[in-house]
């Protein structure tokens, strides 16, 4: 079975605090993605990657970067973590078929930040 | 860009009763994906769609991908109290997967 993993499930942070999440996966993938959940608006994609050192923009990039330097690993930063970023976080991974958006993305379990 | 709507938001059905989600697009879309993510937990996919006009099932899970690929449908028969959750379509947009805002389905006992 695909196992996406990230580093915590609860995470408390205080305004302008650099936050780093993590996302590991066991299969190989080469495509990761960044989501956030919010009630009401769905999972809004932040930012992906198709392979190592690799990232895209997704549709809110705003306030957020990301590194991708081995291929099991993608991690989100909040450079400077504001109120409007507390949410709940999702790392998906897929494996590379023919077109990457044709591919089944696996979750992980979500890290919810809550920024104070 | 792709206007693609997902109703209900919110569908509360006493148990036993039939459940429908529907997904449509103002253009056509190369595939649909669902997905279902249950209180508390994570998306998990449930099934792909990619040519015009199919059906699959899944048990008591029913989807369908339009004719003209511009819509889609999950239906669920004699919901159970294990069918809760909010249930989501994506489809394919420029090297990424867009999601619907989600259906939310309460089941009453």
């Known amino acids: 079975d695909v196992k996406v993993t990230q580093s915590s499930r609860y995470l408390v942070k205080r305004t302008g605090e650099k936050v780093f999440l993590e996302c590991v996966q066991d299969m190989d993938h080469e495509n990761m993605f960044w989501y956030r959940q919010d009630p009401g608006l769905g999972l809004r994609l932040i930012y992906f990657?198709?392979?190592?050192?690799?990232?895209e923009k997704g549709d809110i990039p705003e306030g957020y970067s990301v590194s991708r330097e081995k291929k099991e690993r993608f991690s989100l930063i909040l450079e400077s973590a504001s109120t409007n970023q507390t949410s709940m976080y999702l790392c998906?991974?897929?494996?590379?078929?023919?077109?990457?958006?044709?591919?089944?993305?696996?979750f992980g379990p979500g890290t919810r930040l809550t920024v104070l | 860009g792709q206007q693609v709507m997902q109703i209900p938001q919110y569908q509360h059905v006493q148990e036993g009763e039939d459940f429908t989600t529907y997904c449509n697009s103002s253009?056509?879309?190369?595939?649909i994906q669902w997905y279902k993510q249950r209180p508390g937990g994570h998306p998990v996919f449930l099934i792909q769609l990619v040519k015009s006009g199919e059906v699959k099932k899944q048990k008591r899970l029913t989807f369908q991908f339009g004719e003209a690929k511009k819509n889609s449908s999950l239906h669920i028969t004699a919901t159970q109290t294990t069918d809760v959750g909010t249930y989501f379509c994506?489809?394919?947009?420029?090297?990424?997967?867009?999601f619907g805002k989600g259906t939310k389905l309460s089941v009453i006992p």
């Open positions: 990657s198709y392979d190592v050192k690799m990232k």
């Open positions: 998906a991974s897929s494996d590379k078929g023919q077109r990457i958006d044709t591919d089944t993305q696996y």
């Open positions: 994506a489809w394919a947009g420029s090297y990424q997967l867009t």
């Open positions: 253009t056509t879309l190369s595939n």
